[in-house]
């Protein structure tokens, strides 16, 4: 068990509305990152937060957005839903000084209809 | 755009037999890690490899980082059925500092079944 737990574990939202997914960091870790793993893939990173900014993003478009709150939890907001958003989502911490080792939570299973 | 290739994509062997993934890329990178994801849950890291030309060893797991930085392998000796899962191998991209920004550009992955 890593010590980052995320919610929802499942969710199914139709085209359109728009989701928030949370995560909760490992104690200590400074550094928050969201992954989409579609099914047969591997992850794809999203954006990362540390200090409350975000820190790096990936190849996904404006209406996929994020918060990380003082206490390093950390929320992925997607607007707009579109079919292709249907995946799992992941949160992994990490600590900023490390060797960029991340933790990774269950993930939260996202279907849009 | 850095990319990782895994290959095999899909492996499906005998308790007992060993078996090798590789994972390649044109690009060098800061670091490597290899994690091992089961259905319905994330992916757990196994192993972190930072130098060219390290290998470590995890019980009947050995993983090597390729003396340039752009490529590694995880070799199983005598697989179990409790191996079986998805391997993915994941790499820090090679700027200053960013082996810590949490990017980490992953490869499609290894499924592996071990039959009893």
């Known amino acids: 068990e890593t010590g980052v737990t995320q919610s929802p574990t499942h969710l199914i939202k139709t085209r359109g509305q728009q989701v928030t997914l949370r995560c909760s960091s490992q104690?200590?870790?400074?550094?928050v990152s969201w992954y989409q793993q579609a099914l047969g893939q591997g992850p794809q990173f999203i954006f990362q937060?540390?200090?409350?900014?975000?820190?790096g993003r990936g190849n996904f478009p404006p209406r996929f957005s994020g918060l990380q709150f003082p206490n390093y939890s950390s929320e992925l907001n997607v607007n707009a839903l579109e079919l292709d958003d249907s995946a799992l989502y992941l949160c992994?911490?990490?600590?900023?000084?490390?060797?960029?080792?991340?933790?990774f939570g269950e993930g939260s299973r996202l279907t849009v209809l | 755009t850095q990319l990782l290739e895994q290959s095999p994509q899909f492996l499906s062997i005998q308790e007992g037999e060993n078996l090798t993934v590789y994972c390649n890329s044109s690009?060098?990178?800061?670091?490597l890690q290899w994690y091992r994801q089961e259905p319905g849950e994330g992916p757990v890291l196994l192993v972190t490899?930072?130098?060219?030309?390290e290998v470590k060893k995890l019980k009947r797991l050995t993983f090597q980082f390729g003396d340039a930085r752009k490529d590694s392998s995880l070799h199983i000796t005598a697989a179990q059925p409790g191996d079986t899962g998805l391997y993915l191998c994941?790499?820090?991209?090679?700027?200053?500092?960013?082996?810590?920004?949490?990017?980490?550009?992953f490869g499609q992955g290894t499924t592996l079944q071990v039959k009893p």
């Open positions: 992994a911490s990490g600590d900023r000084e490390s060797t960029g080792e991340l933790f």
């Open positions: 104690s200590g870790h400074n550094t």
């Open positions: 937060y540390y200090r409350e900014e975000e820190n």
């Open positions: 690009s060098v990178f800061s670091s």
């Open positions: 490899v930072v130098t060219g030309g």
């Open positions: 994941a790499g820090g991209p090679n700027d200053h500092g960013s082996s810590n920004t949490g990017k980490l550009i």
